[in-house]
């Protein structure tokens, strides 16, 4: 029936390791984008101006945004690694999350409504979200890098799922 | 619209009239003064709050413009119900309750009656005196739950049970007199057990005690009323809330059994009625109070989809014998002892977590259903069928990493989670995939979701 029933968890690595998708790349480029047009204004403004106004020292303000955008980059790689999915035979998985580990488990039957969005940023990076919605609004599943093609291939998929397996509430 | 599949037929000729002109009936014809009573009470309300100004101008323009003016409002306000009466109507077809309102902007609901959750009959103590009563359906995905106010009482109860016995899939020819089924009655909570059980409670002794030294606090700190006022008016409501309303609202709680599913009737001067079908029960939470423990008392409360009656409360008060009957009622296959009986603590190390409050935090799984425990004063068992559960989640935060725990959340359709805190890593990360596993396999083999199959017990 399914042979990766056991051990979805962050240590069942070894079962199905093939089979968990890691999502885009662009996901990673896109937030780093965005890290450096929120702080790196920022700390270049921070170095700047004590120079301009002769008050040099005042340029070690610059330190915490600088910190902060070295931090963010690499804390942002951690996160995007640690992203994955996996489809199983009756359930969706969603794995994330570095320093908050969560992990999600969405049995198809369950899904009321799947939403592919892309906005305008995204869509410049070739980007994708595809999102579950169940009965219970708790219920978190959100995969945010997905190629286009792959988010309607997953959405496709799920729908027939989702029907072929529905179930009451 | 959908107008081809109605009885009467005709092509609708201007805007697509849902309720087809001569269809449907009307509420009651007391309802205009209660449409009309709101903004009556409104203009009240604001002259009570300009008091001197009304003097001022009664006693310089005259009385007569002032009176002429109330007298134009009211009417007016009573002309606004009787036309908004005259418009609203329902119609029970095949498939739908359709209601229609709205005077200015039409607004046509149509309820979907195999998406009803349950019908509630309330009847306020001025409706109790007119023998009218208000009808409320509560529908999966539509946001506020519509009623019908207000109906004739016989109209009421023949009205629900039609659309119960719609709902339920009877032969549309014969819903219409299929009548309120019957019920027997299971149980009725003592009114001395309730007064002790409120009694018992900390929540209005603590209002109480509060508003007992915030206040006269307030007042010497400000040496002003109004502040003291401020604080004192949502004290109030509180100490009413957690005693006397309470007992008035739950006063005389009764379960009955009938073949829609469990009968609920409570309440002294405002009587209330609900029926919950055992089949949209998504969870259920077992509620100990300290002071009730010693005693074996509990609350049981039920999570159905859509909004639930009184906070989704089966039973304010119970002993364990009568809570373990009636739950066997909803959940046949759940022994509530062997069920908690499952319940273990979370890891001793939990205390580097959560130092004092850990002995509350549980967990236990039996064939029929997730138990989650927290809690350690009022202990709050939540009971999730396995067939109910919408998603898993594991979430562990940096903290429980150290020491590797990790926490359960079991979704349900009732907008509720059961959460079963700082369990063992390796032992959460099983239990997700089991717990996954364990839904799927009872989703396979759970009964369809019509309610008004005979129980076997019955």
Known sequence: MDTVAHGPGPDGRSDAADRWRPIEPGVLSLRRLLLACWLGPLTVAAVLLPTLLGAPLWALLAVPPLAGTCWGWWALGRNWRSWRYLERDDDLLIDRGVLWRQLTVVPYGRMQLVEVTSGPLERKFGLARLQLHTAAAATDATIPGLAPAEAERLRDRLTELGEARSAGL | MSDERERGGEPATEIPTEIPTGQGKRLHPLTPWRRAWAPVAGLCAVALQNA?????????????????????????????????????????????????????FRRTAHLRLDRIQAIDISRPLLARAFGVAKLKMDVVGSGSADELAFLDDGEAADLRAELLARAAGIAPEAAPGAGEAPAHQLHQVDARMLGW??????????????AAVITPLIWLATSSVFPALAVLVPLLAAIWRGSLGAFLTQYGWTVSESPDGLRLDHGLLQRDHATVPPGRVQAVRIVEPLLWRP??????????????????????????????????????????????????????????????????????????????????????????????????????GPWEQRLGLASIHVDQGANGTATARLQDAAYAADEVAAQADRSRLSRRTATPDRWLTPHPNH
């Open chain 2, 52 to 104: 001197s100004e009304v003097r001022d101008q009664a006693q310089g323009d005259g009385l007569g413009w002032l009176l002429l003016g109330v007298a134009v409002l009211v009417l007016g306000a009573t002309a606004y119900g009787y036309l908004s009466w005259r418009v609203t109507r329902y119609l029970v077809t095949d498939t739908e309750l359709r209601i229609r309102t709205g005077l200015l």
């Open chain 2, 197 to 210: 059980s409120l009694a018992l409670l900390g929540s209005g002794w603590g209002a109480l005690l509060a």
């Open chain 2, 295 to 396: 005693r074996g008392w509990l609350r049981v409360e039920l999570d159905v989809a859509g909004e639930g009656n009184e906070r989704g409360l089966l039973l304010p008060v119970a002993t364990r014998a009568t809570a373990i009957e009636l739950l066997g009622r909803i959940l046949p296959d759940v022994r509530l002892d062997e069920t908690l009986a499952q319940v273990t603590t979370a890891p001793r190390r939990a205390r580097w977590a959560v130092p004092v409050w850990r002995v509350g935090y549980g967990h236990g799984v039996t064939d029929a259903v997730f138990v989650a425990r927290a809690g350690r004063l009022r202990r709050v068992h939540t009971l999730v069928p396995h067939a109910k559960v919408q998603s898993v989640r594991l979430t562990q």
